[in-house]
Nanobody
Framework: QVQLVESGGGLVQAGGSLRPSCVAS????????MGWFRQAPGKEREGISC????????YYADSVKGRFTISRDNAKNTVYLQMNSLEPGDTAVYYC????????????????????WGQGTQVTVSS
């Protein structure tokens, strides 16, 4: 069983930056593809960025490409999401997820639902 705990959300003005992180415990971190998803009120959850087990492949949704960067530190069992040039449309609850059986692209496109989820962290971007 894997536990995922996000932190680092908050309130920021448009154009600002945040860097949420997600710490994993309970299993070998390098077994898991990791990803970030978000869900805004009244909208479906969407995959925005995912990263392969060994850091070699990343995937980004078009809505965040060029503004967000995903990374992972396997020594710290942590995945990060550097979010720059934030827009009010980025306001959502951001969730960390992990899966051992799919690729980064498959995870972000939700062709297979990740097995493990964090509790979420709120990101609010004011205009």
């Amino acid at each position: 069983q894997v536990q995922l705990v996000e932190s680092g959300g908050g309130l920021v003005q448009a154009g600002g930056s945040l860097r949420p992180s997600c710490v994993a415990s309970g299993d070998t971190f390098t077994r898991y593809v990791m990803g970030w998803f978000r869900q805004a009120p009244g909208k479906e959850r969407e995959g925005i960025s995912c990263i392969s087990k060994n850091n070699t492949n990343t995937y980004y949704a078009d809505s965040v490409k060029g503004r967000f960067t995903i990374s992972r530190d396997n020594a710290k069992n942590t995945v990060y999401l550097q979010m720059n040039s934030l827009e009010p449309g980025d306001t959502a609850v951001y969730y960390c997820a992990g899966s051992s059986i799919i690729t980064a692209q498959a995870m972000c496109n939700m062709w297979v639902s990740p097995r493990y989820w964090g509790q979420g962290t709120q990101v609010t971007v004011s205009s």
